[in-house]
């Protein structure tokens, strides 16, 4: 089992930035991709950022892309989503989560790959 924990979550305005972590426990870090999604009231959870096991490659969501920034520290068992430009559209609860690596899926962008979920931090951007 992995367990993980997400903070950084709250209230910003629109263009701020706010930085989420994810604290992970239970099992090798570095043996897991890390992705982080997030899910709007009355909307289907969505595909935001994804980090490989080393840290080595990540991919993004177009939605995002060149205002979110996703990192790791295997060292210190957490990732990183650092959020800039932040848009009111992007209110949802945010989510960590992880799969295996070495089962072989490199890059995932579809939750159905992730087998451990954080709880969930909230963010709101307000206008």
């Known amino acids: 089992q992995v367990q993980l924990v997400e903070s950084g979550g709250g209230l910003v305005q629109a263009g701020g930035s706010l930085r989420l972590s994810c604290a992970a426990s239970?099992?090798?870090?570095?043996?897991?991709?890390m992705g982080w999604f997030r899910q709007a009231p009355g909307r289907e959870r969505e595909f935001v950022a994804h980090?490989?096991?080393?840290?080595?490659?990540?991919s993004y969501a177009d939605s995002v892309s060149g205002r979110f920034s996703i990192s790791r520290d295997n060292a210190k068992n957490t990732v990183y989503l650092q959020m800039n430009s932040l848009k009111p559209e992007e209110t949802a609860v945010y989510y960590c989560?992880?799969?295996?690596?070495?089962?072989?899926?490199?890059?995932?962008?579809?939750?159905?790959?992730?087998?451990?979920w954080g709880q969930g931090t909230q963010v709101t951007v307000s206008s």
């Open positions: 989560a992880a799969y295996d690596q070495r089962r072989g899926v490199v890059v995932s962008t579809w939750d159905g790959s992730y087998d451990y």
């Open positions: 239970g099992r090798t870090f570095s043996d897991y991709a």
């Open positions: 980090i490989s096991r080393s840290g080595s490659s990540s």
